[in-house]
């Protein structure tokens, strides 16, 4: 037998090596903040500056582990749910030879690697975002209101930038599960050379594409309801705001989208435990996007050329009083009589 593995002293270099870099990134990284700890002391802001890192440090840990948590128990569920045809042994042909292989030794490897791997992507880009938890934790009240929405000057400043950052970590958390839904049903269905018939075991891949579906929809749909508000500073060609178009068939489509997707969402769950029909499982699909294609694309596109532009200045005069007035509020020119 000839070994062609690497010596075992070249092994213990690597792992040394290796030691070596991660001990003086650490050391690196524990003097610059106490380098930083001292600067902000000689300025007597120390406790603000170790408010932040153990903010930081905190939003790290929890959404890392919150994350990998997550994705690893949904991958489990998946493992057990699938059941033993998403890791029977597979007969592939190469050069007119049959091998076998076995799913089940990459597959139970590469998920707890996949749940590591975002936990450490969502830890490190949520840690970021420390100024949204911050100002979301501690944000004043405000007694000024937009007028579409009826919302408070704090809830912009404030809640809403949370709110996208919290909707943006479950929406890719949802699609990692989607993705792995879809993913572990394909192995689901027998692709030997002896089982050439495809099925589904019990149904097992249809619920678990269903519910991962349902829970991808739900949260797209908060964050669907989350767009409406960032119109209010959005930029045209005459002034910034909402238009005409926008407050009377943009804005309610928007809402429609949003009550769409969730009644698609019911319609998935129920499919998925109670009638398991392919069918609709794209009408639950094609019902957000023929609605938002209508509601959203079609019909603010027709109201904006064949309404609103003949007739521009009294349509929108409105809405110009509104960029006016809070201009004049943003800049303190409302005090001056």
């Known amino acids: 037998m000839i070994d062609v593995g690497p010596p075992r002293r070249r092994r213990w270099k690597i792992w040394l090596i290796i030691a070596a870099a991660l001990l003086l990134l650490s050391f690196s990284r524990i003097l610059s903040i106490y380098l930083s700890a001292l600067w902000f002391d000689s ?6 500056y170790w408010y932040i890192l153990k903010l930081k440090l905190a ?18 569920l998946f493992q057990r749910l699938f059941g033993a045809l998403a890791f029977e042994n597979r007969t592939i042909i190469l050069n007119n030879q049959p091998f076998q292989f076995s799913p089940a030794k990459f597959i139970r490897p590469l998920g707890w690697v996949v749940s590591g791997l975002f936990g450490l992507i969502y830890g490190f880009n949520i840690k970021e975002h420390w100024r949204q938890f911050a100002l979301f934790r501690n944000q004043p009240a405000s007694t000024s209101y937009d ?7 704090s809830f912009y400043l404030f809640s809403l930038p949370f709110y996208d950052l919290l909707s943006s970590w479950l929406f890719g958390v949802t699609f990692i599960i989607l993705c792995a839904a879809v993913a572990y049903s ?13 099925r589904w075991s019990s149904g097992a891949a249809f619920r678990g594409v269903c519910c991962a579906l349902a829970l991808f929809l739900l949260v797209l749909s908060w964050r669907t309801y989350l767009s409406r508000f960032p119109f209010l500073w959005e930029d045209h060609s005459t002034f910034t705001g909402v238009t005409y178009t926008e407050a009377h068939y943009t804005l309610p489509a ?13 319609i998935l769950l129920v499919n998925a435990f109670a009638l398991r029909r392919f069918s609709l499982l794209l009408i639950a699909i094609a019902l957000p996007v023929a609605t938002y294609v209508v509601a959203v694309v079609l019909i603010p596109s027709y109201i904006q050329s064949f309404i609103v532009k003949p007739n521009e200045l009294d349509r929108e005069t409105p809405y110009i009083t509104y960029n006016l007035e809070w201009t004049r509020k943003g800049f303190g020119l409302d005090q001056i009589e």
């Open 43 to 48: 300025l007597g802001y120390s406790s603000v």
């Open 59 to 76: 939003l790290f840990a929890g959404s890392a582990v919150l994350t990998a948590l997550l994705l690893s128990a949904t991958f489990l």
């Open 254 to 266: 928007l809402l429609i989208v949003c009550i769409v997707l969730i009644v698609a969402a019911i």
């Open 147 to 153: 007028p579409i929405f009826g919302k408070s000057l």
């Open 186 to 198: 394909l192995l689901g269905l027998p692709q030997t050379v002896l089982k050439p018939s495809v």
